[in-house]
T-cell receptor, first 110, second 112 residues
C-alpha cells in the first residue's frame, strides 16, 4: 500500500451538493492527520486537522478511522469557491515529516 | 497568513548553472522544509531542517543541498541544474515535527 492514497478525481458536483473524499494511509503508527486545499497555481493551505473523535468546521467534517487506516472529508452545501484540489496529509511516523497525498480535484459547477 | 516568503518567485536558468532559492520566515518556527511539486507526483520532500545548522534529507534529495545559518532563513541550492529539476518549489514551516505546516507562495523554476 502507498503511504497515502487518494482518488485523483476530478469530482464534478453541482452547487449545494454534498461530497465526500476518502484517503487511506499505510503507517499504523501515524498520529497526526490533516486536510489541505490547494487552488490552481497556489500553495497548499491548511483546511483542518483531523482528530480521533472527528471534528467539524462549518460545512466541513473530518473523520479518522484508525482500524481501517483511512480518513475522510465531507463537504456539505458545496460552493463554487470550494473548487480546488484537496490533499490528505499524514504524519510520517519516525521521520519528523508529513506525507502528502497527490490530491483529489473537486469542481463545483453552477 | 503565516509570514513566509520565497525568492525568487520565478526563475529561468540554463542546464549546468547553480541556482539558490531562498525561504524566509518571520514566525520563529523551528522546522523548515523544501518540497517540489510536479504533475502526477504531488508534493515531494527534498530536505528539511529541525534547527539552525540541523538538516536532513527527504525522499528526493539527489542534486540538491540546503543550508540554515539563521532560524528565519532556509536556502535550497541546485548545484548544477538539470531539466528534470524544472518544477514548482515550495517552502514550508512548522512548530514541531508532526504539526501542521504552513507554505510559502512557491518558486517556479524552469531549467532550459
Amino acid at each position: 500500500r502507498k503511504e497515502v492514497e487518494q482518488d485523483p478525481g476530478p469530482f464534478n458536483v453541482p452547487e449545494g451538493a454534498t461530497v465526500a473524499f476518502n484517503c487511506t494511509y499505510s503507517n499504523s503508527a501515524s498520529q497526526s492527520f490533516f486536510w489541505y486545499r490547494q487552488d490552481c497555481r497556489k500553495e497548499p493551505k491548511l483546511l483542518m486537522s483531523v482528530y480521533s473523535s472527528g471534528n467539524e468546521d462549518g460545512r466541513f467534517t473530518a473523520q479518522l478511522n484508525r482500524a481501517s487506516q483511512y480518513i475522510s472529508l465531507l463537504i456539505r452545501d458545496s460552493k463554487l469557491s470550494d473548487s480546488a484540489t484537496y490533499l490528505c496529509v499524514v504524519e510520517r511516523s519516525g521521520y519528523s515529516t508529513l506525507t502528502f497525498g497527490k490530491g483529489t480535484m473537486l469542481l463545483v459547477s453552477p | 497568513d503565516a509570514g513566509i516568503t520565497q525568492s525568487p518567485r520565478h526563475k529561468v536558468t540554463e542546464t549546468g548553472t547553480p541556482v539558490t532559492l531562498r525561504c524566509h520566515q518571520t514566525e520563529n518556527h523551528r522546522y523548515m522544509y523544501w518540497y517540489r511539486q510536479d504533475p502526477g507526483h504531488g508534493l515531494r520532500l527534498i530536505h528539511y531542517s529541525y534547527g539552525v545548522k540541523d538538516t536532513d534529507k527527504g525522499e528526493v534529495s539527489d542534486g540538491y543541498s540546503v543550508s540554515r545559518s539563521k532560524t528565519e532563513d532556509f536556502l535550497l541550492t541546485l548545484e548544477s541544474a538539470t531539466s528534470s529539476q524544472t518544477s514548482v518549489y515550495f517552502c514550508a514551516i512548522s512548530r514541531g515535527a508532526s504539526d501542521e505546516q504552513y507554505f510559502g507562495p512557491g518558486t517556479r523554476l524552469t531549467v532550459t
